[in-house]
T-cell receptor
């Protein structure tokens, strides 16, 4: 399985600012995903990060609010823009490769917006 | 999209087998059943997946009923470190016919007691 790291591990941000979260994988992977997990809730898929093209967003998530980059097969970033307290959550990066499509997750980034 | 139903919580004595049930009565013939777990403050961890046949790996066994409407994840000798939220997920095929999205429910909170 791939080893995935995320930076930062946690942050406290002010309302109206933006935060960029990085996801680094130790090997090339086919697919990378970004999830949000709000307190006490399950995971919600934000988008699929596509290498060399625009990310594919799920219903309820838009590029202006959550711009995503994926410049190569081992790295992706998620930006949470113009933050409000409702954006306080854990943001998780996951990767998948091969035919089986099981996903492997990073440790997450715990974001608190004040 | 096929949905899953799991008990909210379960208890298990350390050293005993933990049997976690999941109902997925609307599953389609080409949809896989995946199991993940999430230990507190960590990213989810892939456990096992299956289509029709029972599966076993170093972590667990997956028993799928013949009609595929339910499954059971078995941890043969539960330890305190197995305390986590366990998610049963049916892999969804998107409109392009590519299996990519996982729909996450609230899972089963398993407490392994000494």
């Amino acid at each position: 399985s791939a080893v995935i790291s995320q930076k930062p591990s946690r942050d406290i941000c002010q309302r109206g600012t933006s935060l960029t979260i990085q996801c680094q994988v130790d090997s090339q992977v086919t697919m990378m995903f970004w999830y949000r997990q709000q307190p006490g809730q399950s995971l919600t898929l934000i988008a699929t990060a596509n290498q060399g093209s625009e990310a594919t967003y799920e219903s309820g998530f838009v590029i202006d609010k959550f711009p995503i980059s994926r410049p190569n097969l081992t790295f992706s970033t998620l930006t949470v823009s113009n933050m409000s307290p409702e954006d306080s959550s854990i943001y998780l990066c996951s990767v998948s490769s091969g035919l089986a499509y099981e996903q492997y997750f990073g440790p997450g980034t715990r974001l608190t917006v004040t | 999209d096929a949905k899953t139903t799991q008990p909210t919580s379960m208890d298990c004595a350390e050293g005993r087998a933990a049997n976690l049930p999941c109902n997925h009565s609307t599953i389609s013939g080409n949809e896989y059943v995946y199991w993940y777990r999430q230990i507190h403050s960590q990213g989810p961890q892939y456990i096992i997946h299956g289509l029709k046949n029972n599966e076993t790996n170093e972590m667990a066994s997956l028993i799928i009923t013949e009609d595929r409407k339910s499954s059971t994840l078995i941890l043969p000798h539960a330890t305190l470190r197995d305390t986590a939220v366990y998610y049963c997920i049916v892999r969804v095929t998107d409109n392009a016919g590519n299996n990519r999205k996982l729909i996450w429910g609230l899972g089963t909170s398993l407490a392994v007691n000494p």
